[in-house]
């Protein structure tokens, strides 16, 4: 009989689990792209809750990887979130890894189906190619450990975008299952799943159009973005800027000037003490001009004497 306890104990348990949970019933996202390149987004999020809840977490992914390896980050101004009636309601954010973590707080989310409102703006969500501009998203994100029932999604691009093409993938993270139905009509397209997303499956688009229709970033603003998604990069460059500064201000060695003759020491200084100052030496040399000075001054008298040797012979001028 032993082997049925497990049995039972599982049994036991699949109520209490049944009691505490929440599915996903429906998905909708507006995506638009805006005229200066920002992409404004709008979930629509319906629950239906078993057991009491204060509310869902929305994890999105923010940080990538290009294919040379560098980071990129995307930047997302959260706008808020309401309820379906259009009540407002309390969010916190945190990062968690490579992901942006909301916390929408549901009031009274206990046996209920409850929507929420998500509104967002990611400032550099589009990616420019040579040939053509892209947005590539992912509508739903591929975190939910809940099923999503259903999954649709509009995507509205600029009026003046011209030659619109779109593909969409579904699955688990790096699917290239392509379930979704995509409808497209001039620059509006909609995507539609015709099944439900499981566990950590998500939906993802790919819009592309033709150059033009948005203002691509300049060279220094893709500067600054890189340097924000890669600042570990930045430390050399900023160090040697750094000391680049410090060697302007204090390192530098003096600019010289043109050198000018002159015949006599500086103003208020000897003859000893500049000479002394020049080669940090008091030299005979130094006293010979000293004495001279003095000479010259009138401080001293200087004579010729001469003396004569071997009875006049040889004279000696001292």
């Not at 869902?56 to 923010?62: C, E, F, G, H, K």
């Not at 893709?222 to 204090?250: C, H, K, Q, Y």
Request: charged share 25%; aromatic share 8%.
């Amino acid at each position: 009989m032993r082997p049925a306890l497990p049995l039972v104990l599982v049994l036991a348990g699949a109520p209490a689990a049944a009691q505490h949970s929440y599915v996903i019933r429906h998905f909708d996202a507006t995506i638009r792209v805006t005229e200066d390149g920002g992409v404004d987004v709008r979930e629509s999020i319906t629950a239906r809750f078993t057991g009491a809840w204060n509310g869902i977490y929305r994890t999105l992914p923010v940080d990538y990887r290009s294919p040379q390896g560098f980071s990129w980050t995307l930047r997302v101004d959260l706008l808020g979130a309401t309820d379906a009636d259009g009540h407002e309601l309390r969010i916190e954010s945190s990062r968690e890894g490579h992901y942006l973590k909301i916390k929408i707080w549901v009031p009274g989310a206990e046996d209920t189906t409850r929507t929420v409102v998500l509104h967002y703006l990611a400032r550099n969500g589009l990616r420019f190619f040579p040939d053509h501009d892209e947005l590539y998203w992912n509508v739903t994100g591929d975190e939910w450990d809940k099923p999503i029932e259903a999954a649709t999604a509009l995507i509205e691009l600029p009026a003046r975008a011209t030659g619109v093409r779109t593909i969409a993938f579904n699955g688990v993270y790096g699917s290239t299952a392509r379930d979704a139905r995509v409808d497209q009509a001039g620059t509006t397209v909609r995507l539609s799943m015709p099944r439900r997303l499981e566990f950590h499956e998500g939906l993802t688009a790919v819009v592309g159009w033709d150059k033009g229709a948005v203002p691509e970033p300049t060279k220094p603003e893709r500067a600054i973005d890189f340097a924000e998604s890669n600042w570990p990069l930045t430390i050399p460059a900023v160090v040697l800027l750094g000391m680049l500064l410090l060697w302007s201000r204090v390192g530098r060695d003096p600019r010289r000037l043109p050198l000018v003759v002159r015949y006599e020491p500086p103003e208020g200084l000897t003859p000893a003490e500049t000479g002394t100052l020049m080669d940090n030496t008091a030299d005979l040399r130094d006293i010979t001009a000293t004495v001279a000075d003095l000479a010259v001054r009138g401080h001293l008298k200087i004579e010729e004497r001469p003396e004569r040797h071997l009875v006049g012979l040889l004279r000696r001028t001292e």
